[in-house]
Nanobody, 127 residues
Framework: QVQLVESGGGLVQPGGSLRLSCAAS????????MGWFRQAPGKEREFAAA????????YYADSVKGRFTISRDNAKNTVLLQMNNLKPEDTAVYYC????????????????????WGQGTQVTVSS
């Protein structure tokens, strides 16, 4: 059974930083791309960042490019999202996700209906 557990959310002032972590279990982590999505109140869930199974390919939404960095540690079955220069519009619930198919790279075209999702962690950017 695949489990994805996010942590690291919280309240931060504009311009501040947070690091989100997602711990994965249930199958061989290094065989799967990983992604982060976010959902603001009243809005649809949107793509934020993705990383390939080896970690050598990353892809970002334009809204976070240059401020967020996705990385992974295959030895620890963990994917991270370092968020810098946070803005109020970054306020959302952030979700970790893993595709059901191994060895596939999707970029922003994430297979939402064929992926596993964590429970989410709240990020609030406010002064």
């Amino acid at each position: 059974q695949v489990q994805l557990v996010e942590s690291g959310g919280g309240l931060v002032q504009p311009g501040g930083s947070l690091r989100l972590s997602c711990a994965a279990s249930g199958r061989t982590f290094s065989n799967y791309a990983m992604g982060w999505f976010r959902q603001a109140p009243g809005k649809e869930r949107e793509f934020a960042a993705a990383i390939s199974w080896s970690g050598n390919i990353t892809y970002y939404a334009d809204s976070v490019k240059g401020r967020f960095t996705i990385s992974r540690d295959n030895a620890k079955n963990t994917v991270l999202l370092q968020m810098n220069n946070l803005k109020p519009e970054d306020t959302a619930v952030y979700y970790c996700t893993q595709p059901k198919k191994q060895g596939q790279w999707y970029g922003r075209n994430w297979p939402r209906e064929n992926a596993y999702w964590g429970q989410g962690t709240q990020v609030t950017v406010s002064s």
